[in-house]
């Protein structure tokens, strides 16, 4: 039962670019957390930091206080589940015993029993006896997520433990990893660049990009009040829209369409160009001309096959996505209603402006 | 702009091609991974193969492709026999999901280089080389070499390479699998609306039900190595051949709930779950079917009149930003829901509404799909 605490961290891996820049975090003890971000965003490094297996370049790693930074990897009670599954050659419950056989001070019975015990909680009880090299991928990880818990480590690492298994065990799989954490409650950080994995394994999470931690939040706030354009566009599906404009008087003018400023809100006095952010579900639009909503052209109609589709509509200068339950052919005119208060403000950095 | 041309020796230029398959069959170490199938691909048109992993469906491209030859049954582009041509007579653009760029080569002559084998002239190369790296938002990055680059500008290179061939069949292996989220969701209308400008005929192999539907007029579905279904695309979406059909043509998978038939005061009533009873006299239905009904159509609120609620147990709530996906217990068996929004469910039993409307009826004994249900 740990808290990890990342202290300036900082790492190169050729002395020019840095993989990870400048990174203070700090997992509270027995929480849940996710780095997110697209692949190449330094997420992996800073686990492998996290674990030991890799020293970095600067900065300082503590764990409940204590600066583990030079510490090996098997000094520190951690745990990692890969992407490809880490099994032995030998029977399920031979590779779950494993990392208990060096234990001399266990009895051959409380061994036995703690095997059980996990092989319970993972359902591994039927195969026991088999060999792994047999099992397919979703199997396999099991066994290593098993063999990695019977450890009882103080602090269970995941690098991507989805990414390859088979589609159809995914979500038996991921029910497994969920019980496992409400079971045990270690203090977890869960790798990916899979906004639901990160989203349903995490309480809090560190939206990552080209080495810096953008946002780390709730994840509800990530949603509803992202920190930045980048996490606005990232978290969800798709995207926010994001749209470049000018504070004139009481309109935000767009080149191609202005939006009133309700007269309770008031922008910060040194905003002139905004970034609008504006969910594709939070837009509403007709087929039909209406009073002071803007006439845009369809572009694409992205059928899914439920109730809604996404609307690629466009203006001269704008391109936006709609969740729309209405379809549309391609260039015919749609009118387009942005409510005020759902719109979130970015200024020309990227980061959000707070209206008052 | 995507013009779509075989250029040959003798300089004629083609626009479109049509592909049939005449009761194909290939076999790898003596299994049967491709199965007496035909199909006719019309040119100019856009197919989807949909497909679980293992159905057959990189083999049918390769097959298409000239990569593998088949070893029954023949392959006619524009009515002529190709089966016995090799790859490279049949002038195919070929779009892969582990893509392979030339690592000592920058990005620019990764792109060229099927020009270059082609020997045209050093400026219409530039020329192709140039216009459509431009249209696919990687000019700034021509002179970086494949490690410089993120995955999605590989993928974006990849597509540009194959793009610059200008051939009039396209074939897509799931170009989108090993892309990040962010980078599928712009990708997918991106290279549709680049393919959408040329008349090529593309056929795109998916596991994706979405991408199927966002790419394709046709559908071709293949499931272990057969034919289940094809036709026009909304068509099968709406009436699923069978369970396989139903099961994969739904993302995320269809629910399928085993439900008895049983008399009851001289009704039929589908005996679907403990509390979900349907009368189902009017529709002359065997006595064991199974009850498909998509994620999307389970509901947290009553949406509509004549909706009936079940209450299953909560299993695991999947959050994914804007929308979630749900999976519950219901009398043992799972059940997947899927809403646009997200809402955190503190209770552990739930009460979800359904449209009997959107329930598929199909016989347990031969897995066909018997009709959707109607009200008596």
Same mark, same amino acid.
């Given at each position: 039962m740990v808290e990890v605490?990342?202290?300036?961290?900082?790492?190169? =891996?050729?002395?020019?670019?840095?993989?990870?820049?400048?990174?203070?975090?700090?997992f509270q003890d027995k929480t849940a957390n996710g780095?997110?971000?697209?692949?190449?965003?330094?997420?992996?490094?800073?686990l492998?930091?996290i674990a030991?297996?890799?020293?970095?370049?600067?900065?300082?790693? =503590?764990f409940d206080?204590?600066?583990?930074?030079?510490?090996?990897?098997?000094?520190r009670n951690v745990a990692i589940v890969?992407?490809?599954? *880490?099994?032995?050659?030998?029977?399920?419950?031979?590779?779950?015993?494993?990392?208990?056989?060096?234990?001399?001070?266990?009895?051959?019975?409380?061994?036995?029993?703690?095997?059980?015990?996990i092989?319970?909680l993972l359902?591994?009880?039927?195969?026991?006896?088999?060999?792994?090299?047999?099992?397919?991928?979703?199997?396999?990880?099991?066994?290593?997520l098993g063999r990695s818990l019977v450890r009882e480590p103080s602090i269970f690492l995941f690098?991507?433990p989805?990414?390859?298994?088979?589609?159809?065990?995914?979500?038996?799989?991921?029910?497994k990893i969920k019980e496992v954490q409400k079971r045990l409650w270690q203090t977890t950080v869960y790798?990916?660049?899979?906004?639901?994995?990160?989203?349903?394994f995490a309480d809090n999470?560190?939206?990552?990009?080209?080495?810096?931690?953008?946002?780390?939040?709730?994840?509800?706030?990530? =949603?509803?009040?992202?920190?930045?354009?980048?996490?606005? =566009?990232?978290?969800?599906?798709?995207?926010?829209?994001?749209?470049?404009?000018?504070?004139?008087?009481?309109?935000?003018?767009?080149?191609?369409?202005?939006?009133?400023?309700?007269?309770?809100?008031?922008?910060?006095?040194?905003?002139?160009? *905004?970034?609008?952010?504006?969910?594709?579900?939070?837009?509403?639009?007709?087929?039909?001309?209406?009073?002071?909503?803007?006439?845009?052209?369809?572009?694409?109609?992205?059928?899914?096959?439920?109730?809604?589709?996404?609307?690629?509509?466009?203006?001269?200068?704008?391109?936006?996505?709609?969740?729309?339950?209405?379809?549309?052919?391609?260039?015919?005119? *749609?009118?387009?209603?942005?409510?005020?208060?759902?719109?979130?403000?970015?200024?020309?950095?990227?980061?959000?402006?707070?209206?008052? | 702009?995507?013009?779509?041309?075989? &250029?040959?020796?003798?300089?004629?230029?083609?626009?479109?091609?049509?592909?049939?398959?005449?009761?194909?069959? @290939?076999?790898?170490?003596?299994?049967?991974?491709?199965?007496?199938?035909?199909?006719?691909?019309?040119?100019?048109?856009?197919?989807?193969?949909?497909?679980?992993?293992?159905?057959?469906?990189?083999?049918?491209?390769?097959?298409?492709?000239?990569?593998?030859?088949?070893?029954?049954? !023949?392959?006619?582009?524009?009515?002529?026999?190709?089966?016995?041509?090799?790859?490279?007579?049949?002038?195919?653009?070929?779009?892969?999901?582990?893509?392979?760029?030339?690592?000592?080569?920058?990005?620019?002559?990764?792109?060229?280089?099927?020009? !270059?084998?082609?020997?045209?002239?050093?400026?219409?190369?530039?020329?192709?080389? @140039?216009?459509?790296?431009?249209?696919?938002?990687?000019?700034?990055?021509?002179?970086? &070499?494949?490690?410089?680059?993120?995955?999605?500008?590989?993928?974006?290179?990849?597509?540009?390479?194959?793009?610059? @061939?200008?051939?009039?069949? &396209?074939?897509?292996?799931?170009?989108?699998?090993?892309?990040?989220?962010?980078?599928?969701?712009?990708?997918?209308?991106?290279?549709?609306?680049?393919?959408?400008?040329?008349?090529?005929?593309?056929?795109?192999?998916?596991?994706?039900?979405?991408?199927?539907?966002?790419?394709?007029?046709?559908?071709?579905?293949?499931?272990?190595?057969?034919?289940?279904?094809?036709?026009?695309?909304?068509?099968?979406?709406?009436?699923?051949?069978?369970?396989?059909?139903?099961?994969?043509?739904?993302?995320?998978?269809?629910?399928?709930?085993?439900?008895?038939?049983?008399?009851?005061?001289?009704?039929?009533?589908?005996?679907?779950?403990?509390?979900?009873?349907?009368?189902?006299?009017?529709?002359?239905?065997?006595?064991?079917?199974?009850?498909?009904?998509?994620?999307?159509?389970? &509901?947290?609120?009553?949406?509509?009149?004549?909706?009936?609620?079940?209450?299953?147990?909560?299993?695991?709530?999947?959050?994914?930003?804007?929308?979630?996906?749900?999976?519950?217990?219901?009398?043992?068996?799972?059940?997947?829901?899927?809403?646009?929004?997200?809402?955190?469910?503190?209770?552990?039993?739930?009460?979800?509404?359904?449209?009997?409307?959107?329930?598929?009826?199909?016989?347990?004994?031969?897995?066909?799909?018997?009709?959707?249900?109607?009200?008596?």
């Amino acid at each position: 039962m740990v808290e990890v605490r990342l202290e300036n961290l900082t790492h190169s =891996y050729d002395g020019k670019t840095n993989a990870v820049e400048n990174i203070s975090l700090t997992f509270q003890d027995k929480t849940a957390n996710g780095l997110l971000g697209p692949s190449g965003c330094g997420k992996t490094t800073l686990l492998s930091i996290i674990a030991g297996l890799l020293k970095p370049t600067r900065g300082r790693v =503590y764990f409940d206080g204590r600066d583990v930074t030079e510490l090996p990897p098997e000094k520190r009670n951690v745990a990692i589940v890969f992407q490809f599954p *880490v099994v032995y050659a030998m029977s399920v419950f031979d590779n779950l015993k494993f990392p208990l056989d060096a234990n001399t001070k266990m009895s051959k019975d409380e061994k036995r029993k703690k095997v059980l015990e996990i092989a319970d909680l993972l359902d591994l009880k039927p195969i026991l006896g088999q060999t792994t090299t047999r099992l397919g991928p979703a199997d396999k990880q099991r066994v290593a997520l098993g063999r990695s818990l019977v450890r009882e480590p103080s602090i269970f690492l995941f690098d991507e433990p989805l990414s390859s298994i088979e589609p159809d065990k995914k979500s038996f799989l991921k029910t497994k990893i969920k019980e496992v954490q409400k079971r045990l409650w270690q203090t977890t950080v869960y790798v990916t660049h899979d906004q639901t994995e990160a989203l349903t394994f995490a309480d809090n999470v560190a939206v990552m990009n080209r080495g810096k931690v953008i946002q780390f939040d709730k994840v509800e706030k990530l =949603y509803k009040k992202p920190n930045s354009d980048f996490v606005g =566009y990232f978290i969800g599906f798709p995207g926010m829209n994001i749209l470049n404009g000018c504070l004139k008087g009481d309109e935000i003018n767009l080149d191609d369409f202005v939006i009133k400023i309700p007269e309770n809100v008031k922008f910060p006095e040194h905003v002139t160009e *905004v970034k609008i952010g504006v969910r594709p579900e939070d837009i509403k639009v007709s087929g039909e001309k209406r009073r002071d909503w803007i006439p845009f052209k369809c572009d694409v109609f992205e059928n899914l096959g439920k109730d809604f589709g996404i609307l690629h509509l466009t203006t001269e200068h704008h391109r936006i996505k709609v969740k729309s339950k209405l379809s549309f052919s391609r260039g015919s005119d *749609v009118w387009v209603h942005f409510p005020f208060q759902r719109l979130h403000f970015f200024d020309q950095k990227g980061r959000r402006i707070t209206t008052f | 702009m995507l013009e779509l041309t075989i &250029y040959t020796k003798n300089g004629i230029k083609h626009y479109m091609t049509k592909i049939e398959l005449e009761n194909v069959t @290939k076999f790898f170490g003596g299994k049967k991974v491709i199965d007496n199938v035909s199909i006719s691909v019309e040119s100019g048109d856009r197919t989807a193969i949909l497909g679980p992993d293992k159905a057959g469906k990189s083999t049918l491209l390769s097959l298409i492709a000239g990569i593998e030859k088949p070893d029954g049954g !023949r392959i006619y582009f524009d009515g002529k026999d190709v089966t016995r041509y090799p790859p490279q007579k049949r002038n195919i653009g070929m779009l892969v999901q582990t893509f392979a760029l030339y690592p000592n080569l920058n990005v620019y002559e990764n792109i060229a280089s099927p020009l !270059r084998a082609r020997g045209l002239t050093t400026e219409e190369i530039d020329r192709e080389v @140039k216009e459509q790296a431009k249209s696919l938002g990687i000019d700034d990055i021509l002179h970086h &070499y494949p490690y410089e680059i993120s995955g999605g500008e590989c993928q974006r290179v990849a597509t540009a390479r194959a793009l610059v @061939k200008k051939a009039a069949v &396209y074939l897509l292996d799931e170009p989108f699998t090993n892309l990040d989220y962010k980078l599928k969701e712009s990708m997918r209308v991106e290279l549709k609306r680049i393919l959408d400008k040329g008349k090529g005929t593309i056929i795109l192999a998916t596991p994706d039900p979405e991408e199927a539907l966002i790419f394709a007029k046709t559908l071709v579905f293949l499931y272990d190595g057969k034919v289940l279904q094809k036709g026009p695309i909304e068509e099968c979406y709406s009436k699923p051949a069978s369970i396989s059909v139903g099961k994969y043509f739904s993302k995320p998978m269809m629910n399928l709930i085993e439900a008895p038939l049983v008399q009851k005061n001289k009704r039929s009533v589908l005996n679907i779950s403990d509390e979900l009873q349907l009368d189902v006299t009017h529709l002359n239905l065997p006595e064991e079917c199974v009850v498909g009904l998509r994620p999307h159509n389970l &509901y947290l609120v009553k949406e509509r009149e004549g909706m009936l609620t079940i209450s299953p147990t909560l299993e695991l709530q999947e959050n994914a930003g804007s929308e979630m996906i749900v999976r519950m217990k219901l009398d043992g068996s799972s059940l997947t829901m899927y809403t646009p929004f997200v809402k955190r469910l503190k209770e552990k039993s739930l009460r979800i509404f359904v449209d009997p409307c959107d329930f598929y009826i199909f016989s347990k004994k031969t897995g066909k799909f018997i009709t959707k249900y109607q009200r008596g």
